[in-house]
């Protein structure tokens, strides 16, 4: 058995997961990162010779770097995967990671905004300003279809037929019919309806970004210079906007999406709706909001049944 050292298997593992499995960019350089880790931490051991010991004294030494329980278990769930891999072609006599659990973690729920605190965050827009009225119809995409960041900054402001320069749309929206069609998670498209305040957010917005010379001509989101908006872009305009809101919690795209999820489902009880909407594979992953609108069920109860009032 040939020894498995250094960078290069990393690369070819992380080759088939794009090819193969169609991970995602994200997706890839999160793994690329944890694999990196462990290549530092064995400094030039083979990998097929690591034991569980020694995954665990790594293990431990992520920890006492400040890593957090979550980050840990990522981390070993990405080891895992790669050893799986190098089992599969005989290059590894076992996975050492098999058995080795992470540090324990308190199960933190979302969070989400009230629904007042979401009415006020998607209010109308101040002044009639590029950016007032693009943040405004970002807030209330967001809000409306419960998108992932990196579904809402690649949508397109229409559909594109393919032609021999550039491929076809992934993600894009359709005014006329209220959806959104978007490309999620492992490559899985679907279509989402919009509602009609983000409807008329976005109709004023794309009329206003028609005017920007110079502008990406498939992007639905620009910034001032025409480009597509990048992600952090968006944190860092929803993170002033909440400041300038003094909503006492700072809002990212994350935040919206479990806002929707949260009070659809409080509002319809309609687990599998949300689990559409929200592009989830498993529904044990949305089940968190049924936690999430258990709080809010036991807030009112505390509030308001005689018997659980303190005397």
């Known amino acids: 058995m040939t020894d498995v050292v250094g960078s290069q298997v990393v690369n070819d593992f992380l080759q088939q997961l794009s090819t193969q499995r169609r991970a995602s960019r994200h997706t890839i350089a999160a793994y690329q990162a944890d694999l990196e880790k462990l290549i530092a931490l064995a400094g030039g051991q083979p990998l097929p010779a690591m034991t569980a010991h020694d995954v665990r004294r790594y293990m431990a030494s992520l920890h006492s770097a400040g890593l957090s329980p979550a980050s840990i278990a990522r981390t070993l769930s990405a080891w895992r995967s790669m050893f799986r891999w190098l089992c599969e072609r005989g290059l590894a006599p076992l996975n050492p990671v098999v058995g080795v659990r992470g540090p324990r973690r308190s199960k933190r729920l979302p969070k989400a905004l009230s629904a007042d605190q979401a009415v006020t965050f998607a209010g109308k827009p101040t002044d009639d300003s590029f950016l007032a009225r693009r943040d405004h119809a970002i807030v209330e995409l967001l809000y409306s279809c419960g998108l992932r960041l990196a579904e809402l900054v690649s949508l397109d402001h229409r559909y594109f037929d393919p032609h021999p320069t550039a491929p076809a749309s992934a993600s ?140």
């Not at 794309?206 to 498939?218: E, K, N, P, W």
């Not at 001032?224 to 006492?248: E, F, I």
Request: charged share 20%; aromatic share 4%.
């Open 172 to 311: 894009w929206i359709d005014l006329r019919a209220a959806e959104a069609t978007v490309t999620g998670k492992g490559g899985k498209t679907r279509t989402v309806p919009i509602g009609a305040p983000a409807c008329s957010a976005l109709a004023l917005w794309i009329s206003t970004r028609s005017a920007l010379v110079g502008c990406d001509q498939r992007a639905l989101f620009v910034a001032t210079g025409g480009k597509r908006l990048s992600a952090r872009s968006v944190q860092s305009r929803l993170a002033l906007m909440s400041r300038k809101l003094g909503l006492g919690i700072h809002v990212h795209p994350h935040v919206l999406r479990h806002s929707f999820a949260s009070h659809l489902l409080q509002s319809s009880g309609d687990l599998r709706a949300v689990q559409e909407l929200l592009g989830h594979s498993n529904i044990s992953t949305t089940q968190i909001y049924t936690r999430l609108d258990w709080q809010h069920l036991a807030k009112a109860y505390d509030a308001a049944h005689p018997r659980a009032r303190r005397r």
